[in-house]
Each structure stands twice: as C-alpha cells, then as structure tokens.
C-alpha cells in the first residue's frame, strides 16, 4: 500500500462535533493503514467566524479519540506553519500568480455596488453571481489602484464557456458548465485567501494524497477542480463524507434537536460525550460506523481492527442518521471489553473515594450493568460509603410487616455471624437453607439483605458484594437494617 498523506482541516468556529470526529478518523484510519502521515491543518482564514477556545477543544477531543497527528500546529513538521493565517503571504504569492496568467483578477466593487446587483439580479429571478464589472480592467490600472492602496479583492475569472469534470471517489465525475460558476473571491478584502484557495494551495504544497471532507463542499467542488487546473496540479484524491441526519433521519440536527439529545444524557459533541462517561472506544466505534460498513453483519471494531478494515470503497455516501441508542449500545460492549483493571481505572474518576485495589474487584460485577462510566456511582457507591441508609419500605419485602422482617434480618445476620467470612461460597448456602426453612421466597430474603447492604433495591450481585464489603461491615449494616425495622415495627 502506498503510504497516503492525508490532513483534517478544521475551522476553529466553534465545538467539535462528532461529524469531525468522523472525518478526522478516517483520515487516521488510512494514514495508520498505509504507514502514511496525518496531518493537523487549522483552517483560521476566516476571522469573523472564529471562536477563541475552539482548537484546544478541537485537539484535546481528537486526542481523546486516540487520533494523534503527526504535524500539525503545536507538533509542528516540514510544512509548518500549520494555521493557515501564519500562511498568508504564499497564498497572495499564488494568487499573484493567476492574475499574472489571466486567471484571476482584482476587483475594486464595493459592498454598496454589490448589494445592489445582487437585489436586481433577485428581481429578475437569477442566481446572485458576480456581474464582472472588473473582469476585463486593464491588467496595468489594475495594479496601479492597488499599489494606491484601493481597497479589493481578488476574483477567479472563471470561464465562461466550456464544463468543467471533477471527481468525488465516492460518486464518481460530477461535470459542470461553466457558464453555471462564479467568479469567486479567492482573497478577501482584509489580504487573507478564502478556503477555496487556501485549501487547494495547502492540500498541493503539503504533498497531500487524499481530501476526506464533508459532502457541504459538493457545490463549490468544480471551483475548486477549476483552481488546481489553473495551476497545473495534479488533483489528490476527493472523498466526501455522507452528511449526518438527526436520529429520526429527517433532516440536520437543528439546535432544539442538539438541545433534546443533552436533555436524554447524550450530544453530538466530542468533549461532551468524555464528560458524560463515554469512553473513546465506544465512540470510535459508534462513528466509524456512520457512512462505513466492513460487511453486514460485523458491529465491533477497536482502532486496531479498523485501522486494519477501513477502506475507502466500503465508505457510503448516503446520509446517516445519528443514532444515540448504538453508542450506549457501543459503548456498552466496549466497557465489558476493556481489561478489568483499565476498567478499574476509568471508573475512579467517578468514584473519587474508591482506591483501585477494591476498585479491581467491584469492576468485574458491575460492568454488565454500565452503559457509560458515569453510572459507577450508581452501582457502586454503597462499597465506599461509611453508612448506607436503607427506608424502612425498601426493607420491607412485599406481603410482608416491618416485624416479620426484622425477624428474617435476625436470623440472617446470626448466619452471618457465624461465617468465617462472607463470600459467595461461604454465605450462600445457609442463606439458601434460611430460604427453605422460612417458606420465604429467596427474592424476600435476599431482598432484606440487597437493601440491608447496599441501601438499594437493585444492585450488583448480592454474594459478591457482600465479599468485597466484607463481614465486619456487612454485619454492621444488618444490625442497623434490623433497627430501623424494629423501630417501626
Ligand atoms: N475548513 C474546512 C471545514 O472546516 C475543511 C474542509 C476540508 O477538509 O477541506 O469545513
């Protein structure tokens, strides 16, 4: 396999989201595959839309992810700077260069001018396009007014006949004709190159093999096609990645849906879904899955398998709806994978007072039960609490009276008593013997002793909770259980 360079180039406009989570991925997947480069690329030309705090999120998301690059801003490399407002001279150097080919020119229209083509383009039912009042300027006033210091932009003068084809991977060529296509801004007013060029100049210096980007640049792609003609360059390869639908499949996520799916303990952002106890495997997992499939039937893949798997042919460019009843399911599957003391480890953040030797023993019975690691606690508070506060109802099994089950509690705990320890081998069968001889059900028995313990109703398996807890407190919390019964009783 030839090693690919491939980047992702995110603007930093706000949160990271798990479509770019997406993209940064399979651009890891493949550079990993073929022993090839990943590349960080901050795409910062657009100064009005940046959000100060977006690539710290960006990088530290990525880097949760498992997705470490190999240049990039803070890494550095051959090609550095990798923010492209460090680059601005060489994308003027290269737009300097299409002027001087007659494939762009300056534009001296102002705003005002602007606004009011486009307004009379509206009324006569057009697409808002620039009219090329400036297109045929002389090249040599042109420069003059800029060495004045007018204020202008630069423009691709697209031709205006002619088509031109580009190709997606995924959909193969897409042609356009050329009277459809704009004269574009490739440098703005304020000297910073827009995407259009910037990316194309960068994706060409930096030696780059293969674009994944999303399927939002489709409609600019033929400019994009008609810059890298213009230079002579020889095209990387383009992938654009299927768009991502609410969970109902109809339409984008929206800001109410976004809203909604925080409301239920899920989101559509990267740092969220870390803050709220999903673990990067489960969510590598769950987005490599949108838009890519190994065949029908496989479900579980670790970097490692993907990084074997990926390719780009099984990439679909249909849409994707985002189904957050998979990443708990993911996530599920990746929890019970993970080695009992990593496990251990991840849950200690959760539960702060727990030391990693009981929290070796607890994560082997709990983690059935945990969909993100945030539900420790839930499962396994009780172990670290001092005392566990039982309610006389939950102690009270059904059909049953306060006193009867006071009376129950007492004989379990002189079984206990008499253990040389509690553990499932040891305080099983005399419990189960208690059973018998009560006529009691064992939901009723046991159900004293869960609450008595635990102070919950549902809770790990009781045996072995009670081995970890071990005797002394075991007994401790029957007697009280036994207390608060009586008391009421
Ligand atoms: N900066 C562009 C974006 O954030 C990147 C598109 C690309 O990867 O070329 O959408």
């Keep these: 396999m030839t090693p690919v360079r491939v980047r992702f180039a995110p603007s930093p406009t706000g949160r990271t989201h798990l479509a770019s989570g997406r993209t940064a991925l399979y651009n890891y997947l493949l550079a990993r595959q073929t022993g090839g480069q990943f590349i960080l690329r901050i795409?910062?030309?657009?100064?009005?839309?940046?959000?100060?705090?977006?690539?710290?999120?960006?990088?530290?998301?990525?880097?949760?992810?498992?997705?470490?690059?190999d240049e990039g801003p803070d890494v550095?490399?051959?090609?550095?700077?990798?923010?492209?407002?460090?680059?601005?001279e060489i994308y003027q150097q290269y737009a300097r260069q299409l002027i001087e080919q007659g494939q762009a020119f300056y534009c001296f229209c102002t705003p005002d001018r602007l606004e009011k083509v486009r307004q009379a383009q509206q009324q006569r039912k057009e697409t808002p396009h620039y009219d090329g009042f400036c297109r045929n300027l002389d090249p040599g006033e042109a420069a003059r007014r800029v060495a004045n210091g007018e204020r202008h932009v630069v423009r691709f003068k697209m031709p205006k006949d002619g088509s031109i084809t580009v190709r997606d991977r995924l959909r193969g060529d897409i042609t356009v004709e050329n009277a459809m296509l704009d004269d574009s801004v490739l440098i703005k007013s304020d000297g910073l190159a827009v995407y259009h060029l910037a990316a194309m100049v960068d994706d060409q210096l930096m030696g780059i093999t293969h674009v994944f980007r999303g399927s939002e640049w489709l409609s600019t792609f033929p400019?994009?096609?008609?810059?890298?003609?213009?230079?002579?360059w020889t095209p990387p390869e383009f992938v654009h990645l299927s768009i991502l639908l609410k969970p109902s499949g109809k339409g984008k996520m929206s800001k109410r849906d976004t809203a909604a799916a925080m409301q239920d303990g899920h989101s559509i952002y990267i740092k969220d879904l870390r803050d709220l106890g999903y673990t990067p495997e489960g969510v590598v997992n769950w987005i490599a899955l949108m838009g890519w499939s190994y065949d029908d039937a496989a479900e579980f893949f670790t970097m490692p398998?993907?990084?074997?798997?990926?390719?780009?042919?099984?990439?679909?460019?249909?849409?994707?709806?985002?189904?957050?009843?998979?990443?708990?399911?993911?996530?599920?599957?990746?929890?019970?994978?993970?080695?009992?003391?990593?496990?251990?480890r991840r849950i200690q953040p959760y539960l702060p007072e727990g030391d990693l030797a009981t929290l070796q023993k607890i994560a082997p019975i709990i983690r059935e039960r945990l969909v993100t690691l945030d539900d420790a606690p839930q499962w396994a508070g009780f172990f670290f609490r001092e005392t566990v506060t039982p309610s006389v109802a939950d102690l009270t099994p059904k059909g049953m009276t306060p006193a009867e089950g006071a009376a129950v509690a007492r004989k379990c705990l002189s079984i206990i008593e008499s253990l040389p320890n509690v553990s499932h081998e040891t305080a099983e069968p005399p419990l189960r013997a208690l059973v018998e001889e009560t006529g009691l059900s064992a939901g009723q028995v046991f159900g004293i002793l869960r609450v008595a313990v635990t102070g919950q109703t549902v809770s790990p398996p009781l045996f072995e909770s009670m081995a970890i807890i071990g005797k002394e407190k075991v007994v401790e919390r029957v007697r009280q259980a036994i207390g608060l019964l009586e008391q009421l009783g």
């Design 43 to 69: 795409e910062d030309t657009d100064q009005k839309r940046y959000v100060p705090g977006s690539e710290q999120e960006l990088m530290d998301s990525l880097r949760w992810l498992g997705l470490e690059w």
């Design 76 to 88: 550095g490399g051959p090609y550095a700077p990798y923010y492209q407002t460090g680059r601005r």
């Design 223 to 232: 400019l994009h096609g008609h810059i890298i003609r213009a230079f002579g």
């Design 305 to 344: 398998d993907l990084i074997e798997k990926f390719s780009i042919e099984h990439l679909n460019p249909s849409p994707a709806a985002i189904n957050f009843t998979k990443l708990d399911y993911f996530n599920g599957l990746h929890i019970r994978a993970l080695p009992v003391d990593e496990l251990a």
